[in-house]
């Protein structure tokens, strides 16, 4: 029967879904406690970045993910251009690469945050800008902490913006148009620092 048979729309959000299993860097996902609240950044090749919608200024603490629990660092938040934040940190911490490709509408992204403690993933589809900026479509719920955008690019997850709130739907998201201010923002003179590192982070 027809009826029994599964739809292509369903069997194309299965291969996404098994294909997020692939090298998936989930240590990038971390939670930034401010002042506000809590929401959800990237930690990234260059630096920890966040949107700042529970804080933009003041101390934070960043809470990062590895194999063996959670590590917290503690910093002062500094503005890392036009609606992005980041936070210094002490150790070295697994990072995703930032890919700064423009968006195009039809594409796959995966949706990735944490819940309750707990890590959460879902796949999203890039939809056209319209005045608000980027969006994507999901059928996620995305929690107040927000989450962050990846996509599959040359073998590999890059991260590729950080997604609002919502129930689900349609949501927004600063993507690589923006992230490209995190990239070149002022950087300071001297020679780059070599924080600790820990074995299981390469």
Do not use: H, N
């Not at 291969?15 to 930034?32: I, N, S």
């Not at 927004?172 to 299981?200: I, M, Q």
């Amino acid at each position: 029967m027809t009826g029994d048979r599964p739809r292509p729309s369903f069997l194309l959000g299965l291969a996404f879904a098994l294909g997020a299993c692939r090298a998936f860097p989930e240590g990038a996902v971390v939670v930034v406690q401010t002042s506000g609240g809590e929401e959800i950044g990237a930690s990234t090749t260059y630096g920890v970045v966040f949107a700042g919608r529970t804080a933009s200024k003041g101390v934070a603490r960043v809470v990062a993910f590895f194999g063996d629990g959670a590590a917290v660092e503690t910093g002062e938040i500094e503005e890392a251009g036009l609606g992005l934040y980041t936070v210094p940190v002490e150790i070295a911490l697994p990072t995703a690469e930032i890919s700064v490709a423009p968006f195009v509408a039809g594409q796959e992204v995966l949706l990735a945050g944490r819940r309750d403690g707990s890590p959460w993933t879902a796949p999203g589809r890039l939809l056209p800008p319209d005045g608000g900026g980027e969006r994507i479509e999901t059928a996620a719920s995305v929690p107040p902490s927000g989450a962050l955008a990846f996509r599959r690019e040359e073998g590999r997850w890059r991260f590729a913006g950080l997604v609002g709130p919502t129930e689900s739907g349609r949501v927004s998201v600063l993507g690589p148009e923006t992230l490209w201010r995190f990239l070149f923002r002022p950087r300071p003179v001297g020679p780059p620092p070599f924080p600790p590192k820990r074995p299981d982070v390469r």
